[in-house]
C-alpha cells in the first residue's frame, strides 16, 4: 500500500524504527511536519516547523540530528526544540517579542519597561514559579500523537527541511530514527530506570542550594508586596481615597509626626473639597447657618443697645 505524500497540508516523514532485543520486527512510525501557524503570532513563527506524532523517545538531539544529518541540512541551523508542554507561555512570548521588535539599543528599555508594566511583584511570582527541584528524570518519554515545533535560525532552513521530506518520499529512501545517535542521548530500558533510582535522591549540596534560592525569591516577593500595601496606606489614589489594606494602619510614634502626616494630607485634598455634590450642599448649609447665627448675635447685641439707651437719665 502506497503512503501518500501530503494529509491534510502536512507533509509524511516514515521513520523506520530500529528492532529491539524484546521486539524483534519492523516498524514505521509517521511523523506529520507543517509550518508552524499558530493563533498568536511571534517573531519565530514564520521559521518554525510544526511537528506532530513525535516519537515517544525524541529528544532534541534526536530532532537536531534528524534534520542535519539524516535530512542533509547544514548543522547549526536549528535554534532550539519546544516539545508539547515544554513550550513559553503566551506572556513569555509577548515579552520576547516587543524585546525583538524594539528598535536597535532599545531592546533592553523595551524589557524594562514592560517588567515595570507588570509589575515587580508578577516577576517575582515567575521567578518563584520556574523554581523546581531537582529532575528525577534524565529523559521525558512522550506520550503517543505529541507535538512539538522546531525553530529554525532563518526562513530558509525551515524551508529546506520540508524539500529534503519532499525528496525522502518521492525517492523511497529508508530513515532510520536514532541511527547513528547511539551514546548521545541517556540509555533507555533498564539504565533508565537505574538511574532514575540514583536520581531521586539528591546531594545535600544541590538541593539545599536549589531550596535556598526558591526561599530567596519568595522573601524578596514578600518584602515587595509589603512595601507596596504600605505604600497603598499611607497615599490616596486619584480620588482622594485611601486603599484599605490587611494589616492596619500603623499609627506615628510621636506628635509632631501626626501633625506632620495630616499637613501632609490637608495639602494633598487641596481642590477637593468641592468634588462631589453632597459636599457642594454640606458647605452651603454651614455656610447659611454661620449666616444666621451672626444674624442673631447681631440682633441680640442690638436689643441689648436699645434697652441701655431707653435707661439713661439726665442729672
Known amino acids: 500500500m502506497s503512503i501518500p505524500f501530503k494529509l491534510a497540508d502536512y507533509h509524511i516523514l516514515p521513520l523506520v524504527l530500529p528492532m529491539l532485543p524484546t521486539f524483534r520486527a519492523p516498524a514505521v512510525h509517521y511523523l506529520y511536519l507543517h509550518p508552524h501557524e499558530p493563533k498568536i503570532p511571534t517573531p519565530t513563527t514564520p521559521r518554525s516547523l510544526f511537528l506532530v506524532n513525535v516519537p515517544s523517545d525524541a529528544t532534541e538531539s534526536h530532532i537536531r540530528y534528524l534534520c542535519s544529518k539524516q535530512l542533509g541540512i547544514p548543522s547549526g ?8 508542554g515544554t513550550r513559553k507561555r503566551p506572556r513569555q512570548e509577548k515579552d520576547d517579542m516587543q524585546a525583538e521588535l524594539a528598535p536597535t539599543g532599545q531592546g533592553q528599555v523595551g524589557k524594562k519597561s514592560m517588567k515595570r508594566k507588570r509589575g ?5 511570582v515567575d521567578q518563584i514559579e520556574e523554581m523546581r527541584l531537582p529532575e528525577t528524570w534524565d529523559r521525558p518519554i512522550w506520550h503517543s500523537g505529541s507535538n512539538a515545533v522546531v525553530v529554525f535560525v532563518d526562513r530558509t532552513s525551515m524551508e529546506a527541511v520540508v524539500k529534503a521530506v519532499r525528496r525522502v518520499q518521492k525517492g523511497g529512501e529508508n530513515v532510520i530514527w536514532g541511527d547513528g545517535m547511539e551514546g548521545k542521548a541517556p540509555a533507555l530500558g533498564l539504565q533508565r530506570y537505574l538511574h532514575h533510582q540514583k536520581m531521586r535522591y539528591p546531594d545535600k549540596a544541590s538541593l539545599l542550594e536549589t531550596v535556598n534560592s526558591f526561599m530567596t525569591a519568595y522573601a524578596n516577593q514578600e518584602k515587595t508586596r509589603t512595601r507596596k500595601l504600605a505604600r497603598q496606606r499611607q497615599k490616596p489614589d486619584e480620588d482622594g481615597f485611601v486603599t484599605v489594606t490587611r494589616g492596619g494602619r500603623i499609627g506615628p510614634a510621636r506628635q509632631e509626626e501626626a501633625k ?4 501632609k494630607q490637608k495639602e494633598r485634598q487641596k481642590g477637593l473639597e468641592d468634588f462631589y455634590r453632597f459636599q457642594s450642599r454640606e458647605k452651603r448649609k454651614e455656610r447659611a447657618g454661620e449666616l444666621i447665627r451672626k444674624f442673631e448675635q447681631d440682633r441680640e ?5 436699645r434697652e441701655r439707651r431707653g435707661r439713661f437719665k439726665a442729672s
Open 77 to 84: 541551523r536549528v535554534e532550539e526544540v519546544q516539545f508539547d
Open 301 to 305: 447685641k442690638v436689643r441689648k443697645m
Open 120 to 124: 515587580v511583584d508578577e516577576t517575582r
Open 260 to 263: 506632620e502626616r495630616l499637613e
